[in-house]
């Protein structure tokens, strides 16, 4: 008998998977028996080889949310029963300096991309009878203000709220709509803030934890969300942040 976390006979969609925390996730939900498709503008052949090497299944696949409706023909007659939604760009600048085309940049990616691809696997899910699971990556900043990157800040308050309203909307379906808020993890997205010793440092003093999060912080969370024992748990925003919201 499968356990409550396995994903046994699951397919899932992971966008962003060819590093940083959409690999971690993707490696770990294939750790649960998972089929995983790894999406990502890069080629995710490392990925997969983790995958492969761990045992499980994976595939590759290209998409570049550069342009927001990328996904829209993955799903339809596929039998995606998962989607992660980790794909993301940053761009930093003072406010007063920030320009249209970095705004319009990382919205496109950040927001519009995530909700129009929850649209189409809601569209495919629901046509087949409904019973699945969406993870969105969100943020510590889908809660607080943060400094020199509004359009992502601004981007991942959005897509909290995207999250609640649509598991608010497909529950009846039996699709839990659930979101991870990472806090500072190492990834290449933060590699200038842990390259800077003074800002470094600043940050870990504020964390309870005492350290960056580690990827796979990440990964085992989504599986989690992803699986059977998370079932009843829809419209959540799950702070993954080594304490720093808790403070």
Same mark, same amino acid.
């Given at each position: 008998?499968?356990?409550?976390?396995?994903?046994?006979? %699951?397919?899932?969609?992971?966008?962003?998977?060819?590093?940083? =925390?959409?690999?971690?996730?993707?490696?770990?939900?294939?750790?649960?028996?998972?089929?995983?498709?790894?999406?990502?503008?890069?080629?995710?052949?490392?990925?997969?080889?983790?995958?492969?090497?761990?045992?499980?299944?994976?595939?590759?696949?290209?998409?570049?949310?550069?342009?927001?409706?990328?996904?829209?023909?993955?799903?339809?007659?596929?039998?995606?029963?998962?989607?992660?939604?980790?794909?993301?760009? =940053?761009?930093?600048?003072?406010?007063?300096?920030?320009?249209?085309?970095?705004?319009?940049?990382?919205?496109?990616?950040?927001?519009?991309?995530?909700?129009?691809?929850?649209?189409?696997?809601? %569209?495919?899910?629901?046509? %087949?009878?409904?019973?699945?699971?969406?993870?969105?990556?969100?943020?510590?900043?889908?809660?607080?203000?943060?400094?020199?990157?509004?359009?992502?800040?601004?981007?991942?308050?959005?897509?909290?709220?995207?999250?609640?309203?649509?598991?608010?909307?497909?529950?009846?379906?039996?699709?839990?709509?659930?979101?991870?808020?990472?806090?500072? =993890?190492?990834?290449?997205?933060?590699?200038?803030?842990?390259?800077?010793?003074?800002?470094? %440092?600043?940050?870990?003093?504020? =964390?309870?934890?005492?350290?960056?999060?580690?990827?796979?912080?990440?990964?085992?969370?989504?599986?989690?969300?992803?699986?059977?024992?998370?079932?009843?748990?829809?419209?959540?925003?799950?702070?993954?942040?080594?304490?720093?919201?808790?403070?």
């Amino acid at each position: 008998m499968a356990g409550p976390f396995s994903l046994e006979g %699951r397919k899932a969609l992971v966008t962003g998977a060819n590093t940083g =925390i959409g690999q971690a996730i993707a490696v770990s939900l294939a750790g649960q028996g998972a089929q995983v498709v790894c999406a990502g503008r890069r080629s995710c052949a490392e990925t997969v080889d983790l995958i492969a090497d761990a045992g499980g299944k994976g595939e590759e696949l290209i998409l570049d949310f550069a342009d927001p409706m990328a996904a829209t023909g993955v799903f339809e007659g596929a039998g995606f029963d998962l989607l992660v939604n980790n794909a993301g760009i =940053i761009r930093r600048a003072d406010s007063v300096d920030f320009s249209e085309a970095d705004w319009d940049e990382v919205m496109d990616v950040n927001l519009k991309a995530v909700f129009f691809t929850c649209q189409a696997f809601g %569209r495919a899910l629901i046509k %087949r009878g409904g019973d699945g699971a969406i993870v969105n990556v969100a943020s510590l900043l889908s809660f607080q203000g943060g400094i020199r990157v509004p359009s992502y800040t601004a981007s991942k308050h959005g897509v909290a709220g995207l999250t609640k309203i649509l598991a608010n909307e497909w529950a009846p379906h039996g699709i839990t709509v659930n979101a991870i808020a990472p806090g500072y =993890i190492a990834t290449n997205n933060t590699e200038a803030l842990r390259d800077d010793p003074e800002r470094s %440092r600043a940050i870990l003093d504020r =964390i309870p934890a005492g350290r960056w999060g580690d990827p796979s912080d990440i990964g085992g969370t989504a599986a989690y969300l992803c699986s059977p024992a998370a079932r009843y748990v829809t419209g959540a925003v799950l702070n993954v942040d080594g304490g720093w919201l808790a403070r």
